[in-house]
């Protein structure tokens, strides 16, 4: 079968070699073109509109922005023919899911939506789980496929939503596994026992899956060698949230993991595996700021489409006093409200909060009242905000 790959990021890099080995014949298209160089075999594309000319496609882009600038920006999918598959393998956006429905069914290109699940080591063996969604007569053409990819396929209807969904449920449970057994060692380790001890005894009994004994290890040696990058996480759990709002639910518990992925990725982390998220929920990188007593800023910025709601008189009059009534007591000092000169990077608005010191920053984002405030911003945005904690160097 001719496949055509674009985006040969770590898990692309790791699928098309087990693709060229089972026969099939594989062009590809990355944006830094380098990283073809040595996967024999493969053949470059130009550019991602033609790989809508071969049999198969499949996309496997970083998030909603990358999905929209290599494909639905260059209208690709228009240069396919009816009969060609599109697998989209990229964990993406509720809402980009609806968009990519429409834009299939102009071009008449059968949509496959099949994130997966495992690191790129387990994709390098052809052992991945692929969560599959869309018309059953396309997912029985690239079956054979999948079954190269992965060691299962679970099959979840025709609505594409489903596989993304579930891949978006997935992955926010995973990071609360990783929060739960980062509290769980700080506690332990208060008392003298310490996190492998403990996580040794918890990951071959009541937890003894293969994710909870990954990340123990993680946490236990105090080592985040990328598997899955921390950047990617804290999009994944920001997807979460968003579609948790687009269906009128309260997540908490989302809420703690992403701000652990908030501080650990503005500690420098991004790169490191989402594990080091464990870092934030331990509180060690507060420990680790020399500058405990100084100033800390948290910068909460909105970033969104050009068609994102925004309602900034709201946001003066009603938000931001709310966030100045609840904080100030805790250590406060100032909440600036910012904008930028034109929306050109799609953020519409940010607004620098300066706590006394890292101790009120911590009471701040652990008041019964922040939960008020979290539940506020649904009323002024559709826009889900990311923190930024900016340390004193």
Same mark, same amino acid.
């Given at each position: 079968?001719?496949?055509?790959?674009?985006?040969?990021?770590?898990?692309?890099?790791?699928?098309?070699?087990?693709?060229?080995?089972?026969?099939?014949?594989?062009?590809?298209?990355?944006?830094?073109?380098?990283?073809?160089?040595?996967?024999?075999?493969?053949?470059?594309?130009?550019?991602?509109?033609?790989?809508?000319?071969?049999?198969?496609?499949?996309?496997?882009?970083?998030?909603?922005?990358?999905?929209?600038?290599?494909?639905?920006?260059?209208?690709?999918?228009?240069?396919?023919?009816?009969?060609?598959?599109?697998?989209?393998?990229?964990?993406?956006?509720?809402?980009?899911?609806?968009?990519?429905?429409?834009?299939?069914?102009?071009?008449?290109?059968?949509?496959?939506?099949?994130?997966?699940?495992?690191?790129?080591?387990?994709?390098?063996?052809?052992?991945?789980? %692929?969560?599959?969604?869309?018309?059953?007569?396309?997912?029985?053409?690239? /079956?054979?496929?999948?079954?190269?990819?992965?060691?299962?396929?679970?099959?979840?209807?025709?609505? /594409?939503?489903?596989?993304?969904?579930?891949?978006?449920?997935?992955?926010?449970?995973?990071?609360?596994? %990783?929060?739960?057994?980062?509290?769980?060692?700080?506690?332990?380790?208060?008392?003298?026992?310490?996190?492998?001890?403990?996580?040794?005894?918890?990951?071959?009994?009541?937890?003894?899956?293969?994710?909870?004994?990954?990340?123990?290890?993680? %946490?236990?040696?105090?080592?985040?060698?990328?598997?899955?990058? =921390?950047?990617?996480?804290?999009?994944?759990?920001?997807?979460?949230?968003?579609?948790? /709002?687009?269906?009128?639910?309260?997540?908490?518990?989302?809420?703690?993991?992403?701000?652990?992925?908030?501080?650990?990725?503005?500690?420098?982390?991004?790169?490191?595996?989402?594990?080091?998220?464990?870092?934030?929920?331990?509180?060690?990188?507060?420990?680790?700021?020399?500058?405990?007593?100084?100033?800390?800023?948290?910068?909460?910025?909105?970033?969104?489409?050009?068609?994102?709601?925004?309602?900034?008189?709201?946001?003066?009059?009603?938000?931001?006093?709310?966030?100045?009534?609840?904080?100030?007591?805790?250590?406060?000092?100032?909440?600036?409200?910012?904008?930028?000169?034109?929306?050109?990077?799609?953020?519409?608005?940010?607004? =620098?909060?300066?706590?006394?010191?890292?101790?009120?920053?911590?009471?701040?984002?652990?008041?019964?009242?922040?939960?008020?405030?979290?539940?506020?911003?649904?009323?002024?945005?559709?826009?889900?905000?990311? /923190?930024? %904690? =900016?340390?004193?160097?």
């Amino acid at each position: 079968m001719k496949i055509a790959f674009v985006g040969l990021g770590n898990m692309g890099r790791a699928i098309v070699p087990q693709l060229l080995a089972a026969g099939h014949e594989v062009f590809a298209w990355n944006r830094t073109a380098a990283a073809l160089d040595d996967i024999e075999g493969v053949k470059p594309l130009r550019e991602p509109r033609d790989a809508f000319a071969h049999d198969v496609v499949i996309s496997m882009l970083a998030d909603d922005r990358a999905v929209r600038d290599a494909l639905i920006s260059i209208d690709a999918m228009s240069q396919g023919r009816a009969g060609r598959i599109h697998i989209v393998m990229s964990t993406i956006s509720l809402a980009m899911v609806d968009e990519l429905k429409a834009l299939h069914a102009q071009s008449g290109v059968a949509y496959i939506a099949a994130p997966v699940f495992g690191v790129p080591a387990v994709a390098a063996t052809g052992g991945l789980n %692929i969560l599959a969604a869309g018309p059953v007569a396309a997912i029985d053409r690239v /079956q054979p496929l999948f079954d190269v990819m992965g060691k299962k396929t679970w099959r979840l209807g025709d609505d /594409q939503a489903s596989a993304n969904v579930a891949k978006i449920a997935g992955n926010l449970m995973i990071t609360q596994a %990783i929060e739960s057994m980062a509290e769980a060692t700080a506690l332990t380790e208060a008392y003298g026992l310490s996190a492998k001890a403990f996580l040794d005894i918890v990951t071959q009994t009541m937890f003894a899956s293969p994710s909870y004994q990954r990340y123990a290890q993680n %946490i236990a040696t105090d080592t985040y060698e990328p598997g899955f990058k =921390l950047t990617l996480g804290l999009k994944d759990v920001g997807l979460a949230i968003e579609a948790a /709002q687009a269906a009128g639910l309260d997540l908490p518990m989302s809420e703690v993991v992403r701000s652990s992925l908030s501080e650990a990725s503005s500690a420098g982390l991004d790169d490191k595996d989402w594990s080091a998220l464990a870092r934030a929920a331990r509180g060690e990188l507060v420990r680790d700021c020399h500058h405990a007593a100084e100033p800390v800023s948290v910068l909460v910025t909105y970033t969104g489409q050009p068609e994102s709601r925004f309602d900034r008189a709201y946001y003066e009059a009603h938000h931001i006093p709310m966030v100045e009534q609840a904080w100030q007591p805790l250590g406060l000092k100032h909440a600036h409200v910012l904008y930028p000169s034109d929306r050109n990077g799609m953020t519409v608005a940010a607004c =620098l909060c300066q706590f006394r010191d890292a101790d009120s920053m911590r009471a701040a984002f652990d008041s019964p009242d922040t939960a008020e405030i979290m539940a506020d911003v649904a009323v002024f945005t559709d826009i889900v905000p990311m /923190q930024h %904690i =900016l340390r004193p160097r």
